[in-house]
T-cell receptor
Framework: GENVEQHPSTLSVQEGDSAVIKCTYSDSASNYFPWYKQELGKRPQLIIDIRSNVGEKKDQRIAVTLNKTAKHFSLHITETQPEDSAVYFC?????????FGQGTELSVKP | EAQVTQNPRYLITVTGKKLTVTCSQN?????MSWYRQDPGLGLRQIYYSMNVEVTDKGDVPEGYKVSRKEKRNFPLILESPSPNQTSLYFC?????????????FGAGTRLSVL
């Protein structure tokens, strides 16, 4: 079945620096790759997603890149701010199921 | 307001006492699912439903039941809860295409089984 590995599990950066979180997946049929952000005590919410027909997608300070050959996709956050501190999850579908990575706790220090 | 509503938000129970966590969405979504969240393990899918009367097992279905008699409701049933089911539970819904579309999550239910 699908396996999604996410790294690192924790990430600490200084405000203004960039942060990169990487996920690898196993099912070559996967074609949709979302990223969710979960603030402390809140529900996960989608921040960006990418489909397999493109290699990169940007939304202001956030970007996602996809390498289908290597089966990995990454979240890039530039000019990090304290409000970016949260847990981030990647995910990939397997048939009707959605498989999430283990999560990355991002801490942005002022 | 478009939303996914779970109840209760917090629940403390004892081993073996049957419980139901309700989930309702008002967005006319076909796909609904349940996840549990545990430290270091991320979100793991318990069950999902592609549409009314259609349910399928996720990755961790043991000890849980679901039903989808109406489009808007997808209750999670624990027939005989055990301490290893202590967790944070999220219900989610999305448009047809389910796992390949945006998931809208409820606020979560924190369950403790003593």
């Amino acid at each position: 079945g699908e396996n999604v590995e996410q790294h690192p599990s924790t990430l600490s950066v200084q405000e203004g620096d960039s942060a990169v979180i990487k996920c690898t997946y196993s099912d070559s049929a996967s074609n949709y790759f979302p990223w969710y952000k979960q603030e402390l005590g809140k529900r996960p919410q989608l921040i960006i997603d990418i489909r397999s027909n493109v290699g990169e997608k940007k939304d202001q300070r956030i970007a996602v890149t996809l390498n289908k050959t290597a089966k990995h996709f990454s979240l890039h956050i530039t000019e990090t701010q304290p409000e970016d501190s949260a847990v981030y999850f990647c995910a990939a579908p397997q048939a009707g199921k959605l498989i999430f990575g283990q999560g990355t706790e991002l801490s942005v220090k002022p | 307001e478009a939303q996914v509503t779970q109840n209760p938000r917090y629940l403390i129970t004892v081993t073996g006492k049957k419980l139901t966590v309700t989930c309702s969405q008002n967005m006319n979504h076909e796909y609904m699912s349940w996840y549990r969240q545990d430290p270091g393990l991320g979100l793991r899918q318990i069950y999902y439903s592609m549409n009314v009367e259609v349910t399928d097992k996720g990755d961790v279905p043991e000890g849980y039941k679901v039903s989808r008699k109406e489009k808007r409701n997808f209750p999670l049933i624990l027939e005989s809860p055990s301490p290893n089911q202590t967790s944070l539970y999220f219900c989610a819904s999305s448009l047809a295409g389910g796992a390949k579309n945006i998931q809208y999550f409820g606020a979560g239910t924190r369950l403790s089984v003593l």
